[in-house]
């Protein structure tokens, strides 16, 4: 059971380049969400999803855009990277009993 | 507005020692209160969960505890190992509104055992 896998774990982009850090679950979990964690902030929402072909904004979303095709896939994309978007980001899954979140390892981005 | 702090922001002890994490909360119908630990470089992982109900729940060596009438939540851990080198996060749960998915996060207290 992979659980919620994050690609790729490392990424360095020039401000400007775009780019799509991708997000799979495989526990069949409606609810997705993609955070952002900085030194001294913790982990802030940027995007969330309820459901395939359903998405809202979180706390930080500008600069972010998601789509939610299927309920496995949770694509988290940067169309013109800022210096401000380095970060460590995490997509998590919700489980809908008991609100547990699962979280995937991370993808630590560098926008330079 | 709803907030979670926590404290301390960093705590360094001893191997073999006790150790107690605070959360204080001003969440807004409360639902739950989840304690997560974060090791280095990894995603963080849930130890416990407490509901309104619920004052004490043990997971192995960590002891959670809920007031909710100070509205306070504390994470004891009792005899550290140098495994417990985490960042350790308190999510609170509210019925409704809360952040935008009815989720707010505290910053974590980074918590560092010595040998």
């Known amino acids: 059971n992979a659980g919620v896998t994050q690609t790729p774990k490392f990424q360095v982009l020039k401000t400007g380049q775009s780019m799509t850090l991708q997000c799979a679950q495989d526990m069949n979990h409606e609810y997705m969400s993609w955070y952002r964690q900085d030194p001294g902030m913790g982990l802030r929402l940027i995007h969330y999803s309820v459901g395939a072909g359903i998405t809202d904004q979180g706390e930080v979303p500008n600069g972010y855009n998601v789509s939610r095709s299927t309920t496995e896939d949770f694509p988290l994309r940067l169309l013109s990277a800022a210096p401000s978007q380095t970060s460590v980001y995490f997509c998590a899954s919700r489980e809908p009993n008991t609100g547990e979140l699962f979280f995937g390892e991370g993808s630590r981005l560098t926008v330079l | 507005k709803n907030q979670v702090e926590q404290s301390p922001q960093s705590l360094i002890i001893l191997e073999g020692k006790n150790c107690t994490l605070q959360c204080n909360y001003t969440v807004s119908p409360f639902s739950n209160l989840r304690w997560y630990k974060q090791d280095t470089g990894r995603g963080p992982v849930s130890l416990t969960i407490?509901?309104?109900?619920?004052n004490t729940k043990s997971n192995g060596r960590y002891t959670a505890t809920l007031d909710a009438d100070t509205k306070q939540s504390s994470l004891h851990i009792t005899a550290s190992q140098l495994s417990d080198s985490a960042s350790y996060i308190c999510v609170v749960s509210a019925e409704s509104g809360g952040g935008a998915d009815g989720l707010t996060f505290g910053k974590g207290t980074h918590l560092i055992i010595q040998p």
């Open positions: 407490m509901t309104f109900s619920e």
